[in-house]
């Protein structure tokens, strides 16, 4: 059982005894963030971390299923409503060792997300839980709430799927997410301006592309030019294609990455891709991560090899079982 694992650290956090937080998010609804949450979360558990999984998706809260838990009795929901005003308190156990979760549960309708001054401290208390890694499952959309959960990652994932109407809310997800990231680092007002106005697709001003952003702040203000500089440099999304059926489909992180960089000015990584596979239904019917029972399958496989590219473990390379299976990019 999970309480049986010494939360004592395994192996020495890699921060200050603080987690690495890896937020999941990817701006489109069922493309697999919950998936890849629930089994990145096992594979670092399997692999010897202290793991907390959060599920910050209180409108579509399902981690605690992925996870093969029943309706959790404390959640996310209970902070929200400010019956509960420490994390730590809202900590449960699940059936993988070393890995433990704070669930959400469809909470108040009428105000389901925390409250922006709310999610500060909410923030601050994701960053101190006693874990090695914090695995944090976000929801679709691009509202502010969800965004700040991405920005609050060491590691923000983006999950996307082959299908264009996927890549399309990728691309709108990572500009969602990189403005708000610009607008909490410039300073003066003047340039804060020219950033809200650039958030609108169709500004009067021209701006299209975060390139064109950099130019006008640049222009606008020397000092927030750099420091805008500092906070493009230190964006760097991690992609991650998911359902992968075909070799073009693993080709499309490679294209995605460069369309960030040529049109965003934005480098990103692809951190690796997970196969469509049907063992991934059938554990979620048998109430348990694919990393734990069908280890052997491409999606648990392939997820494996992203836990380990990001505790920095080598990876051997991997045989795709399926003979449809698609050929493996060195990734
Ligand atoms: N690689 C895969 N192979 C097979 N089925 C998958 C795969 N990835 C996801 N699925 C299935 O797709 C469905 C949606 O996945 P999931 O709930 O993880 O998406 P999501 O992005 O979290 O959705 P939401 O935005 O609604 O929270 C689930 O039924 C899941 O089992
Ligand atoms: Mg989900």
């Given at each position: 059982m999970a309480q049986d694992r010494e939360w004592a650290p395994q192996h020495g956090s890699p921060r200050d005894r603080r987690p690495r937080v890896i937020a999941i998010g990817g701006g489109?609804?069922?493309?697999?963030k919950t998936l890849i949450s629930a089994n990145l979360a096992a594979a670092l558990a399997r692999l010897g971390s202290r793991v907390v999984a959060i599920d910050t998706d209180l409108e579509g809260a399902n981690l605690h299923t992925a996870l093969g838990m029943s309706a959790p009795s404390t959640s996310l929901a209970d902070y929200v409503a400010d019956r509960e005003r420490d994390l730590r308190r809202l900590l449960l156990d699940t059936p993988v060792p070393g890995l433990r979760l704070i669930a959400a549960t469809?909470?108040?309708?009428?105000?389901?997300q925390p409250k922006s001054w709310s999610r500060v401290t909410m923030l601050q208390q994701i960053r101190e839980l006693p874990a090695d890694y914090a695995v944090v499952d976000l929801g679709a959309g691009t509202h502010p709430s969800v965004i700040d959960y991405f920005l609050v990652g060491d590691v923000g994932v983006l999950v996307m799927t082959p299908e264009p109407t996927s890549v399309e809310n990728a691309y709108a997800f990572l500009r969602a997410a990189f403005y708000r990231r610009l607008r909490h680092a410039v300073t003066s007002d003047a340039v804060r301006d020219i950033v809200n106005q650039a958030?609108?697709?169709?500004?009067?001003?021209?701006?299209?592309t975060p390139l064109d952003l950099m130019n006008a702040v640049q222009q606008s203000s020397p000092e927030d030019g750099e420091r805008f500089v500092a906070a493009m440099r230190s964006f760097r999304p991690q992609l991650v294609v998911n359902g992968v059926r075909t070799a073009q489909d693993i080709r499309l992180g490679f294209t995605v990455r460069s369309v960030c960089r040529k049109y965003f000015g934005l480098e990103a990584d692809y951190l690796g891709y997970v196969n469509w596979d049907d063992a991934v239904s059938e554990a979620v019917r048998s109430r348990a991560t694919i990393v734990e029972s069908?280890?052997?399958?491409d999606a648990a496989i392939y997820v494996m090899r992203i836990a380990r590219k990001l505790m920095g473990l080598s990876n051997r390379p991997a045989r795709p079982r399926a003979a449809s299976a698609p050929e493996r990019p060195a990734l």
């Open positions: 489109k609804g069922g493309i697999g469809h909470g108040n309708l009428d105000s389901a958030m609108d697709q169709k500004n009067d001003r021209g701006i299209r069908h280890p052997r399958s």
